[in-house]
């Protein structure tokens, strides 16, 4: 029907504020709240929709998983970059889903505990956890820790980080890239996609996560967009974009900023 709201949109980017209500002020003024993608992995379906909403309502853009085995089938799409992760989940408990992650930079996660021993604190943050809060715990100080997180992840790793290959450098801290010097100019998406890879050199990045993370979940499986934008920043970034050396092909797995990593042994003296 024409003029009727369009109906919320799960998954999306988060909606634009409505006529007259305006973005959500900040009593102190400070300055924007990051906002990101949040996994809220929790088998109690009411705090499960308490945080959902508390989370959308700061303009984060949410996604839930009710057991472990969802859980880990959510975390395997790459797409979020917090997780909210209860340890005593139905199927696969959250120490698993911790294991499985393996000290993996993204997502960063915060578990969500009833358990306030100090023990399984010290565990959680052992196996690679950001943060742990313990239940109960107030809507605002969940929200409080995942702007933390989200500031860490965003701000102080990417300060200083410069990542090179060949005559292209890609500086993440001052947002720039240049080639033998001169400065590129890139697309908000070129970019987005570039220092995805960047951000990961010397590895594969598969289809699904790439397109997930800088187009969005529901473009996942939308390979058309990725090759598309890799030619373009082939097209500015290599001396042939034939032969590419700074985006490889990795295969039909996905693609590598640079050459490979190689984590094997170290030579003998
Ligand atoms: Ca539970």
Redesign the pocket.
């Known amino acids: 029907m024409p003029g009727s709201p369009a109906p919320p949109r799960n998954g999306g980017p988060p909606p634009p504020a409505a006529d007259g209500a305006g973005p959500a002020r900040s009593p102190r003024g400070t300055a924007a709240a990051p906002v990101g993608r949040i996994l809220v992995v929790?088998?109690?379906a009411p705090l499960c929709r308490v945080l959902t909403s508390a989370l959308e309502r700061a303009g984060h853009v949410v996604d839930t998983a009710g057991d472990g085995l969802e859980g880990a089938s959510k975390l395997g799409s790459g797409s979020c970059e917090v997780v909210l992760l209860?340890?005593?989940?139905p199927f696969v408990d959250g120490w698993k889903l911790l294991q499985s992650l393996d000290g993996r930079r993204q997502p960063s996660v915060i578990v969500i505990s009833?358990r306030g021993d100090e023990r399984d604190k010290v565990r959680a943050l052992d196996l690679g956890a950001d943060d742990y809060l313990t239940k109960p715990f107030g809507a605002d100080e969940m929200l409080a820790r995942v702007r933390a997180v989200l500031r860490r992840v965003r701000g102080t790793a990417e300060a200083a980080r410069v990542v090179r290959c060949g005559e292209v450098v890609v500086d993440l801290g001052a947002r720039l890239v240049r080639r033998g010097g001169e400065e590129i100019r890139l697309s908000p998406t070129e970019y987005v996609l570039l220092t995805e890879l960047a951000r990961h050199a010397g590895t594969v990045m598969d289809h699904r996560t790439l397109l997930s993370r800088v187009w969005g979940p529901m473009y996942a499986g939308d390979r058309n967009y990725l090759r598309t934008f890799i030619q373009r920043l082939r097209r500015k970034l290599e001396d042939d974009p034939a032969e590419p050396t700074v985006i490889v092909t990795a295969g039909r797995r996905g693609y590598r900023f640079g050459p490979a990593a190689d984590p094997g042994p170290s030579p003998a003296p």
């Open positions: 929790e088998d109690d209860d340890i005593g989940l009833a």
